[in-house]
């Protein structure tokens, strides 16, 4: 599984960004998808994920009800909508793919396939 995020940028506080990432290589909807992001000096965390077909998702509580995670079967997508950013949501954010968990895992370990990261910078 090849995974290619896009999106990042830089937005003030209160902005919106919609992460997107692209996938290929294998059967899209056969696999869970995650995102992850790592700040400056800080280990990677979980963000969120979403199960093989669309129906279980996940979201840190850090950003309940500003994020939202979809995936579109039909594009090889998945999209995370960031709403309501605040700079501690500055970091490098990561897709990942996980073949072992379909149902959305949130744990690293369980992700076998990485994209190379794309950077939001929240500013106050």
């Known amino acids: 599984v090849q995974l290619q995020a896009s999106g990042g940028g830089l937005v003030q506080a209160g902005g919106s960004l919609r992460l997107s990432c692209a996938a290929s290589?294998?059967?899209?909807?056969?696999?869970?998808l995650g995102w992850f992001r790592q700040a400056p000096g800080k280990e990677r965390e979980f963000v969120a994920t979403i199960s093989w077909g669309g129906g279980t998702t996940y979201y840190a509580d850090s950003v309940k009800g500003r994020f939202t995670i979809s995936r579109d079967n039909a594009k090889n997508t998945v999209f995370l909508q960031m709403n309501s950013l605040k700079p501690g949501d500055t970091a490098v954010y990561y897709c990942?793919?996980?073949?072992?968990?379909?149902?959305?895992?949130?744990?690293?370990?369980?992700?076998?396939?990485w994209g190379q990261g794309t950077q939001v910078t929240v500013s106050s």
């Open positions: 990942a793919a996980s073949t072992m968990v379909p149902m959305g895992p949130r744990s690293i370990s369980d992700y076998d396939y």
């Open positions: 290589g294998r059967t899209f909807s056969s696999y869970a």
